[in-house]
Nanobody
Framework: VQLVESGGGLAQPGGSLRLSCAAS????????MAWFRQAPGKEREFVAA????????YYADSMKGRFTISRDKGMSTLYLQMNNLRPEDTARYYC?????????????????????WGQGTQVTVSW
């Protein structure tokens, strides 16, 4: 199993970035997938998740309306479109794969539910 994030960088407040996570070694469509982030000195924080069954999406409150998680099953890629970025969005962003396939009981907000993580991609929002 491998998860490789890309697309991070420097953005100005109010700007946009699109993160990608290339997945290999497993079938992305039967696992819940998520994005988390971690800023220096802070704990890892849930950003968004997408349900394996019907592609339902879930967001942390501060990301609702600004971020959009999606997946391309054919390309085995997970995305995170981030709009209206704020300085407090500065963090390293990680994609993650849930522990159990075809499972409807994932607690999306908990990092404990995920077993594989990418190396992360840095997002910096600043003038």
């Amino acid at each position: 199993v491998q998860l490789v994030e890309s697309g991070g960088g420097l953005a100005q407040p109010g700007g946009s970035l699109r993160l990608s996570c290339a997945a290999s070694g497993f079938i992305i469509s039967i696992y819940d997938m998520a994005w988390f982030r971690q800023a220096p000195g802070k704990e890892r924080e849930f950003v968004a998740a997408i349900n394996w069954r019907e592609g339902g999406t879930y967001y942390a409150d501060s990301m609702k309306g600004r971020f959009t998680i999606s997946r391309d099953k054919g390309m085995s890629t997970l995305y995170l479109q981030m709009n209206n970025l704020r300085p407090e969005d500065t963090a390293r962003y990680y994609c993650a794969k849930s522990r159990r396939p075809n499972y409807d009981g994932t607690q999306y907000y908990s990092a404990e539910e995920y077993e594989y993580w990418g190396q992360g991609t840095q997002v910096t929002v600043s003038w």
